[in-house]
């Protein structure tokens, strides 16, 4: 991997992860279009990558710095989080089972419908 590259992906990781602990949003919302548009990834390559670096970062760090400070409902922690396993392997395969250009689609639609959500919604 050239420098140019490790520069590249660690400025990716670097900006998910300040956006994804100022706002809350998902590093995935920020890593997948970076890894398609500045690095040349696959849209399944990129999902699978994105999905492969939160795991430690989120958990460790960013919930235990809010839980600091606003302790979280762990119940509902455990019960998301049981879904969520669910959900993130069906979501998975589904994306798996698609053509690139229909998934790519899908996740910009999604994060279309978000970003008019936070601009014009109440």
């Known amino acids: 991997m050239s420098a140019t590259a490790i520069g590249m992906l660690l400025l990716i990781g670097l ?13 995935g919302i ?4 970076a890894l398609v548009w ?29 839980h600091r400070q606003y302790p979280l409902d762990l119940r509902a922690v455990g019960l998301i989080a049981v879904a969520f396993v669910v959900g993130g392997y069906l979501g998975s395969r589904m994306a798996l089972s698609l053509p690139t250009d229909i998934v790519k689609r899908v996740f910009g639609l999604l994060m279309l419908a978000a970003s008019m959500k936070l601009i014009f919604g109440k």
């Open 15 to 27: 900006l998910a992860g300040v956006l994804s602990g100022f706002v809350g949003v998902g590093g």
């Open 30 to 33: 920020i890593m997948v279009p």
């Open 38 to 66: 500045l690095m040349g990834y696959e849209q399944h390559q990129a999902q699978g990558t994105s999905l492969a670096v939160l795991v430690l970062p989120v958990v460790a760090v960013a919930a235990w710095n809010y």
